[in-house]
């Protein structure tokens, strides 16, 4: 298992998992502006192959999950647990002393892993996601990382 830093030539494998995974997936547009901005795009390796990521951003003593993915394939055997402990480290070199994050209330897996690591609910942004022609509440967590 490896981690490193993604770069543009990574885009078209990542957008596959991404788009695979999940059903409101980032635009090849959201990856693009992580990576000429400020965030920090870490892909996870598995044999040589990448098979999930992790995106921070981090500044002023806090850092946002703004997105994490595991290929569909590899669902259930840790790795999503191992890109969040790896990005939660990367936050704390990087200055944070907490993370924040806000993720879709329907997504079951996702709050079940945020609640595994030891995140908690602060709070919700209503009506935060598109949700076909609705919208979908975001649940807002935190966890305390000094
Ligand atoms: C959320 C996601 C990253 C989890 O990745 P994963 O590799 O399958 O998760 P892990 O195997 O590391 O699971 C760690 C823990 O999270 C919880 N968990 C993860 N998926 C779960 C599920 N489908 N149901 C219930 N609990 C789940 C469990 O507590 C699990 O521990 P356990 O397997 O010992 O019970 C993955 O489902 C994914 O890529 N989803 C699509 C993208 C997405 O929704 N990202 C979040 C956007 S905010």
């Known amino acids: 298992m490896m981690f490193r830093e993604m770069n543009e030539s990574d885009l078209a494998q990542v957008l596959t998992i991404e788009r695979n995974a999940y059903s409101h ?4 547009g959201n990856f693009k502006d992580s990576l000429v901005g400020s965030d920090e795009v870490w892909l996870l390796e598995l044999d040589g192959e990448v098979v999930g ?3 921070i951003s981090a500044a002023v003593g806090e850092a946002h999950l703004l997105n994490i ?6 669902h259930r055997k840790g790795l999503g647990r ?3 402990e790896f990005v939660i480290e990367r936050a704390k070199q990087l200055g944070a002393t907490v993370m924040f994050l806000e993720v879709r209330e329907s997504n079951t897996s996702a709050i079940a892993l945020y609640l595994a690591e030891g995140f ?19 649940v807002v967590m935190s966890l305390s990382i000094d």
């Open 25 to 28: 997936p980032w635009t090849e």
């Open 53 to 55: 990521h992790g995106v």
């Open 69 to 74: 993915c595991v290929a569909r394939q590899h």
């Open 82 to 84: 191992a890109i969040l």
């Open 120 to 138: 908690r609910t602060i709070g919700s942004r209503k009506n935060y996601y598109p949700f076909g022609s609705e919208r979908e509440h975001a």
